[in-house]
């Protein structure tokens, strides 16, 4: 390898949004991320969806996606008085 053209590679503080911190190696000091293996669904087992600008809502308008959930449910008797 040549000399003086890597960066270095140093001890690295990885801070997560949902406020897990750890430590690793890298070439930054500092690091941000948005999701880590302590709240990624993979690894969790739970579900959790990450809705930005209502896609999610948008999707299922779209596509019709769990209205068959509410039509296959009974309504509540109304009470004849």
Sequence with gaps: M???IHPKYVECMV???CGSNFKTRAT???MTVDICSACHPFY???QKLIDTAGRVEKFQRKYGWGKKQQEAAPAAPADKA
């Design 2 to 4: 040549k000399e003086g």
């Design 44 to 46: 969790t087992g739970k």
């Design 15 to 17: 801070h997560c949004a």
């Design 28 to 30: 930054v000091e500092k």
